[in-house]
């Protein structure tokens, strides 16, 4: 068989996406100055961070997750990979640190890909569309939604002897993409996503994080894209966090309960 | 291939099953007057949950786990995403906390879908038949059994190159799992169940919840259910919990052996 | 395809394999008296349990188990899950308790099922034939064998597109299971077994607890097992442990090396 | 389909593969005073392990593991469980104990098979040819290889729809087998290995030992066997340890650094 | 079907990637005069590996690597398994190891096959292609490249009854890592890479390590190789782990955040 044409890609801001557990035994034990330091030192960290005082551009946020998995997701996209590296060895030096422990991470890279738009890529001209440059721009450096809930999985493509996307010819996967994408619009101004590519980054192939006010309304989008060839032949899911979106401001309410 | 057609789904209250292991030797260790008020504070935060103090809506019960795998089901059902996240970690600020860890959890929310009750979701008008409004309504918001007995496990369709769920045509899909739900019928009175969907907020499809006074009759009616097609050909279970309820009154009895 | 007919099953009592792993760091460092007092509790919990102080009916048994998965296994048999639940416990407030970690469990609970007997089943007149009600009710409150040697796996049976065997006729399993059982009558008097279901208990279908004085007879059974086709089609194990049989009153020759 | 003829074993030897490792950490902060008695423990018993002063045959060894799985490996061979089981319990009650954790283990036995001589075991007469004897002997109570490297991993044979070992006729299997044998002869010399069998006894069915001084010529013969179809269409692969040999006197070395 | 050729191999440096996590809460915990002496011993311990005091040939790096996976990545090329055994335990007497866990590792040793170059192993006369010998000495005695960022992961050729890459002739095999090469030499001067075989040392069958500046040019080599049929039809791959290199005098700043 022939090897088939990878679409190209452009790629934008890395993203880390850093899950923490609390260690609540601790926290209840820490005397009232340690907790008031970790507070203060996580506003700090958290604040600095969503304010961009560590980079030129980029954006952060932080989230409560739900269930046992995680506590805390605290979401950097930054320019460069030395600024996510240096974002997650600094937490490490607040006193918030101390009461928490890593219980997850995914990284990737957001990207936009010839799937979506051939001409942007084959074309050495400069992109005369205005509005199809905005779109790539909102997807190569994009901002963090402020919804309520947020919604991450990784995901790879199927490499299996019946169905392997990897083997379809690239007009095949541009048709099944371009189908799939049709359902997230069906879902505008409910849900908005973040998709990051990490091949050669992380454990799958992309990073997929939703955003939307309404949890339901990410169930009800994902549930119709299981439906989808792209997904019901494809997709292979890994482990789902749910988390809610709070301001660092609202750090000391969300550790006192 | 083309979409398939997914079903329409309305859904109730959020669930959160919360696995708490104990740690008996720290138990052990413990003064009486921190054991006096562990159980306090942890009577106080069950009870209260089961009174519905924290939210206009909802149940709550607790379980003692058999087995390794935890110790502790505290079962959780409430209006919004935010009831549960604060529900969670409030159960972090009693005295209780401090002598338990979580061993895992499951995120879901309760649903009723078009494959049951197609006439529900197509008609724009109001439902008139007010036995399927009430059974809607049951479903949607549910009252946790009064039954000794509970058995959790989370679970898919399967999308497989020879079996896939996803990508069967809607009335297919709709008569295997009316056929399915038949057996149920012969449980009545016996086996009560919470079907929650969990797409895009945990890592299975749905999270299933049996209650019976008899485990053995739970035994049989999923052994039954095993032949049946829905679940033969296309189910993918996760793990088992088998749990015995207990009132929150009991705590101290519960830790007493 | 139609939904196959499930057997009949008929349950008897529960079982708790219950793994603890000894804390050999902390029994080292202990004073003499802790450890003393561990053996004394360890002992009396072990021996009233296998006395059945605790409950009119069942057996229990203690076993070193070999390799780094756990070692200890304490086999409980009862009439209810209550009983097992209360074990379990009441084990946990035991000076020895503080000397081990849970590292494994399993539950299930003896059955027998319509494939071994389907006149038991059918005929609501008493069963006439006396040896095949003794047969039964060893099945289903069964003796724990005094033997040296005693192995357990859970398994399940195979749902897969090509072997499936909750889509087999009826009387294709039990024939299957009929030669199946053939192999075991080789081995009378060399190795019993207790088989104990887990639908809806634990993670697995059955529980397989294998008992004789010389581990390979048991391995030579289970080698030939594994090419009859109820095995070598449609089985599926779950990880198995090895282990020793010894009277509670060894507790402290074993603690000793 | 048939039940398929299982090979006749014959089992010799108990092996116990006890993988450890070292608390690095505490070895460190230790006091001269615990180290040399960990030292003087520990070498005494692995050296009166290797000189067999516990039972009246067998074989033991101690290598030292590459990489994060495992610092230790003891590796023993005894004519009983019980020797294994008083060895494994044993090594706890040293002062070296206290530096280890059990990292991981296998358990299995050695055996030959009729595959390798079907006279030896269809023919009740004495078997004559004193080579075959020898061989047998040195496969069943085989003594451990003086040689620098180790590479053990546990394997099954595949029971799959499409390629199922345990559904081939006997004398295919043993064809595959001795062809699959004529592999390890032109390592003959370089690489020894030890096979156990532990269906019953540990998660896979088969335990491999493979010993040489250069650990590339264990790398080609496996590399070699992976294209026999022994291999290719039937094994399984559990995880692979390296290990280096060392006399128990270099303990201290070892533990040096 | 008869036994495939395999291709001969020449082994050149043994390669042990040692991932470490810092405890970073022992880390700010710890007095300056021991964070002093961890940064002093580990930069000696980091500095004398890459300035090879240790053996008279091979290579060293040091990297930071990104999420919850590990901390550090310590890179080490050797002659011999002797001479990582002993690095690797060397680090655990530094000041430096008592503020890391190890989090994972992987054991293999640069090839160069058959597949690659078939003169080169069938002819017994010295290869008279200058050009070709330091191609493989650069394959069998690897420098690190002095480059930002580091993917590595582990692999294994598919062995599944649709697609069995040990079931190819040779020919094939060798034409399809041609084909698979030729994607390498697009990225020549931006990516480079170090192959390193593993069967019988580590869990896969090799390890990948690649080297670049820019870490999205790593991302774009691998996502075009995913559509190599070498990749899509044969590849499964093993955890990937992405670091950044930095100078054993930065481990302080490093540390520092």
Redesign the interface.
């Known amino acids: 068989?022939?090897?088939?044409?990878?679409p190209q890609?452009e790629?934008g801001w890395?993203v880390?996406h850093?899950?923490r557990s609390?260690d609540?035994?601790a926290?209840?034990d820490a005397p009232e100055r340690r907790r008031s330091q970790a507070i203060e030192e996580g506003v700090e960290y958290l604040a600095s961070a969503e304010r961009l005082e560590d980079a030129e551009a980029g954006d952060s946020a932080t989230f409560?997750v739900?269930?046992?998995?995680a506590d805390l997701l605290i979401l950097h996209l930054r320019p460069t990979?030395?600024d996510?590296?240096?974002l997650?060895?600094?937490f490490?030096?607040t006193a918030l640190?101390?009461f928490t422990e890593?219980?997850?991470?995914?990284?990737s890279?957001t990207e936009v890909s010839g799937y979506m738009s051939q001409e942007y890529f084959e074309d050495d001209a400069e992109v005369e569309d205005a509005g199809l440059e905005r779109y790539i721009e909102s997807r190569l450096e994009p901002e963090i939604p402020d919804a309520d809930?947020c919604?991450f999985?990784p995901m790879d493509k199927r490499?299996?002897?019946?169905?392997?996307w990897?083997?379809l010819p690239f007009d095949e996967r541009a048709d099944y993409l371009s189908?799939h994408g049709e359902i997230g619009k069906g879902y505008a101004g409910r849900v908005t996503q973040i998709i990051s590519?990490?091949?050669?980054?992380?454990?799958f192939?992309w990073g997929v994080t939703?955003f939307g006010d309404d949890?339901?309304d990410?169930?009800?989008?994902?549930?119709?894209m299981?439906?989808?060839?792209s997904?019901?032949?494809f997709?292979e899911f890994g482990?789902?966090f749910?988390a809610?979106r709070f301001p660092p401001a609202n750090l000391a309410a969300?550790l006192?309960?």
Chains 1, 2, 3, 4, 5 share one sequence.
């Open positions: 068989m022939d090897r088939r044409t990878p890609t790629e890395y880390l850093d899950f609390i609540w035994d926290w209840r409560s739900l269930g046992h998995k990979l030395a996510l590296d240096s997650e060895r600094q490490e030096h640190a101390e890593r219980a997850d991470s995914y990284l890279v809930f919604s999985y490499r299996g002897p019946d169905h392997n990897y083997e189908n590519g990490s091949i050669g980054l992380d454990d192939e939703l949890p339901t990410v169930k009800e989008l994902l549930y119709e299981r439906f989808d060839p997904s019901s032949r997709a482990r789902f749910s809610r969300y006192a309960g």
